[in-house]
């Protein structure tokens, strides 16, 4: 892309997004790179990692007070593909646990005395207000339509699941019309989603739905 039409949109979504407040929690780094994009300090502690459906489940269903739950770790996932993959890493990442189910994998870390100390300073930061907490899931890692169901049910003001199903019955589903099977992780769907999704209209109280003009100048 052109860096003078990039530093335009940056603009754009910077200025739309200049009087919001908003906490944003996310399964794996998409929400990182909104803040990145707009270069906003993290207002949430959900940055540089990825959670798997079923902690993410769980953590949204005991949300937020397991933000209040001391951080510990573990040598091992208790899910069998999260070792696997881990193991092809030659940094093996920090494994979080909030609680006895909720496991964090801080895949972007160096070490536990670095995700401890981030993650306590950007969970300081958290807002304090429901309306401002805004949700993204995604149909990655094994997601089950049975995961994306609980999802949909849970009672959250914002929320919203991207996915490649265009025949999905979520109905906070954004649907990426992708030919490969595997959905992108954090990082692509970034530069996927504005094409199909406005995040700062969402992030301003809005559907999120895209404009005419949002393929053209959607930044986030």
């Given at each position: 892309?052109?860096?003078?039409?990039?530093?335009?949109?940056?603009?754009?979504?910077?200025?739309?997004?200049?009087?919001?407040e908003f906490?944003?929690?996310?399964?794996?780094?998409?929400?990182?790179?909104?803040?990145?994009?707009?270069?906003?300090?993290?207002?949430?502690?959900?940055?540089?990692?990825?959670?798997?459906?079923?902690?993410?489940?769980?953590l949204l269903m005991e949300f937020p007070e397991c933000l209040s739950l001391t951080l510990k770790f573990k040598t091992a996932s208790d899910e069998d593909w999260v070792n696997r993959?881990?193991?092809?890493?030659?940094?093996?990442?920090?494994?979080?646990?909030?609680?006895?189910a909720i496991e964090i994998q801080f895949m972007h870390y160096e070490s536990e005395a670095e995700a401890s100390e981030k993650w306590t300073r950007r969970?300081?930061?958290?807002?304090?207000?429901?309306?401002?907490?805004?949700f993204k899931f995604c149909?990655?890692?094994?997601?089950?339509?049975?995961?994306?169901?609980?999802?949909?049910?849970?009672?959250?003001?914002?929320k919203v699941f991207f996915t490649t199903q265009q025949d999905c019955p979520s109905r906070c589903a954004v649907k990426i019309p992708l030919k490969d099977s595997s959905f992108p992780d954090g990082a692509a769907l970034s530069r996927l989603s504005p094409a199909y999704f406005d995040t700062a209209d969402w992030?301003?109280?809005?559907?999120g739905r895209v404009r005419?003009?949002?393929?053209?100048?959607?930044?986030?």
């Open positions: 892309m052109n860096s003078v039409v990039h530093r335009f949109r940056q603009a754009l979504a910077g200025k739309r997004l200049m009087k919001a906490s944003i929690v996310s399964n794996n780094c998409w929400g990182a790179h909104v803040y990145q994009t707009i270069g906003r300090e993290y207002t949430t502690p959900f940055v540089g990692l990825f959670i798997t459906p079923a902690s993410y489940l769980r993959t881990r193991a092809a890493f030659s940094n093996r990442w920090p494994i979080g646990s909030l609680g006895d969970v300081a930061r958290f807002s304090k207000q429901p309306g401002q907490w805004y149909d990655r890692d094994g997601c089950t339509a049975e995961q994306v169901a609980l999802f949909d049910q849970l009672p959250f003001q914002n992030l301003v109280g809005g559907s005419w003009w949002g393929p053209y100048l959607n930044c986030v």
